[in-house]
């Protein structure tokens, strides 16, 4: 069983930056891949970003692609969302999952049905 915590959210002005981090305990030798995902107020649950372990292949959404970076620390067992020239539309609660080696069907890293684990979300909110 896979737990999932984010941390690193906050209130930050356009064009700044903030780096988030997800760190994963408990079956961390499981893990096959981690994504991040946010839900802004009234819209669905959207991605941002995916790391897939065996190959370290990173995956993003058009809308982050040259802002975001994911990356990950296998030491420390976390995950890190670097988020660099913030806009307003990028305000919302992020969310970290996880897709472990035994799931069923294939993985699409942009689809949150692919991760059967995710944390409790961190709220990151960018004032114009």
């Known amino acids: 069983q896979v737990q999932l915590v984010e941390s690193g959210g906050g209130l930050v002005q356009a064009g700044g930056s903030l780096r988030l981090s997800c760190a994963a305990s408990?079956?961390?030798?499981?893990?096959?891949?981690m994504g991040w995902f946010r839900q802004a107020p009234g819209k669905e649950r959207e991605f941002v970003a995916a790391?897939?372990?065996?190959?370290?292949?990173?995956y993003y959404a058009d809308s982050v692609k040259g802002r975001f970076t994911t990356s990950r620390d296998n030491a420390k067992n976390t995950v890190y969302l670097q988020m660099n020239i913030l806009n307003p539309e990028d305000t919302a609660v992020y969310y970290c999952?996880?897709?472990?080696?035994?799931?069923?069907?294939?993985?699409?890293?942009?689809?949150?049905?692919?991760?059967?684990?995710w944390g409790q979300g961190t709220q990151v909110t960018v004032s114009s």
């Open positions: 790391i897939r372990f065996s190959s370290s292949n990173t």
């Open positions: 999952a996880a897709r472990d080696l035994g799931s069923s069907g294939g993985y699409n890293a942009r689809s949150s049905a692919s991760y059967g684990y």
């Open positions: 408990g079956g961390t030798y499981s893990i096959y891949a």
